[in-house]
């Protein structure tokens, strides 16, 4: 009876051993709230990362499994956020979606030691002033976002009055202020400069003041939904006024708001990752799932991509490891290769602009 009971004790650690382990990761970002369809794009990404990581048979012999959290855009939901992770044991974070919310929450990966990449915060202060060395992001900045959005606008609207209107949020402000610092670096001259509250649902007071001030371009540093209202309710009152803004309209939930109204929507976002050979296969499963492959899909994909590789070259999930890996690598993900600088900014080609046409954006002809 001894003999059985060692056996079986012996079978049960070798079950619960380094061969049945599991990697614990997690994204996150606003599952729920006005920003919903982004939290969608990530979590899509995530999860068919995993999958396809697991497939491949994980990261040094260990599975990984996602948690998935929603901090709704809020950076104390980010914080708590954030905490939760901790206590799971995560390693690793993909997010968050929101600046205001990854500048907070990244506090509290880098005491935990848990690697952050975000897929979508793009504020400055994000890598400029991380609180550790294991703060990174794969897309852009709103410095870069803001001088090709600010050439654009003194190069092909000369002759038209533009507005600058943002969220007071760290996302829509920030990039606001660096687009309209590089359009008078450029010589033009604001005819206007507004706040407007996030949430609400009519903007015809903001609109009444830009048509009396005969405004021909409004630039909008906030979110599609927003954007998307401020639009409809231009073309209610019969102006021809160009809304042009950033990433955050690259949802198709932008056209579902506007309608015929969004038509000639201009944006800036990166180079489009579902146009890229080597994502399509990722893109492929997306869409056989039933789940969406635009904006911040790839973007999370990549980040997790990056990570994973990391770990794989440091041969260990240990924080001090895959940062030196993150600090020293490239890395081949579905953006292409890249790489990350000395501040955990990417280096990858910067932003372009895009056209929204018949319920869909594209580059700009």
């Known amino acids: 009876m ?14 619960s051993g380094p061969a049945w382990a ?13 920003y919903a369809s982004f939290g969608a794009q990530m979590q899509g990404g995530a999860e068919q990362a995993v999958a396809d990581i697991n497939e491949a048979g994980g990261i040094n012999g260990e599975m990984l499994s996602l948690s998935v959290g929603d901090d709704a855009c809020d950076p104390k939901q980010a914080v708590a956020v954030a905490n939760q992770m901790a206590g799971e ?22 005491e935990e030691g848990i690697v952050q990449i975000s897929p979508a915060s793009t504020n400055p202060k994000f890598t400029d002033e991380r609180p550790g060395p294991g703060v990174y992001r794969v897309c852009g900045r709103d410095d870069q976002q803001g001088e090709v959005a ?29 687009t309209m610092a590089a359009y008078e670096a450029n ?24 048509k009396a001030e005969g405004i021909g371009v409004l630039y909008v540093g906030g979110y599609h939904t927003e954007a998307g209202l401020m639009a409809r309710q231009m073309r209610e009152q019969g102006m021809d006024t160009v809304l042009v803004s950033g990433d955050a309209l690259v949802t198709d939930e932008y ?16 180079p489009d990752p579902r146009k890229n050979e ?5 893109v492929d499963k997306l869409l056989a799932a039933g789940k969406t492959a635009e904006g911040y899909a790839l973007y999370t994909y990549a980040a997790i991509q990056a990570w994973a590789q990391a ?36 280096t990858l080609p910067g932003y372009v602009f895009y056209e929204w046409k018949d319920g869909k954006y594209d580059y700009l002809q």
């Open 278 to 282: 080597i994502a399509k296969p990722v």
């Open 150 to 178: 600010g050439k654009f606008l003194t190069d092909n609207f000369a002759d038209k009055k533009v507005a600058f209107v943002h969220d007071k949020t760290a996302y829509g402000k920030g990039l606001a202020d660096a």
């Open 22 to 34: 599991e990697i614990k990761i997690a994204v996150a970002g606003p599952m729920t709230g006005q």
């Open 89 to 110: 044991g995560v390693v690793f974070m993909a997010g968050h979606f929101c600046s205001g919310s990854s500048i907070p929450a990244s506090a509290v990966y880098a």
């Open 255 to 270: 056209w579902a708001i506007t309608g015929d109204a969004g038509q000639g929507t201009l944006m800036t976002f990166s």
């Open 311 to 346: 770990a794989s070259a440091a041969g260990s999930t240990d924080y001090d490891a895959v940062v030196a890996a993150l600090n020293d690598g490239s890395f081949d993900t579905v953006l292409g290769s890249l790489s990350f600088d000395g501040k955990g900014d990417v």
């Open 187 to 210: 010589g033009g001259s604001p005819a206007l400069y507004e706040a407007y509250t996030a949430g609400e649902k009519d903007y015809t007071a903001l609109v009444s003041k830009l």
């Open 2 to 15: 001894k003999k059985v009971l060692l056996a079986g004790a012996a079978l049960g650690l070798l079950m």
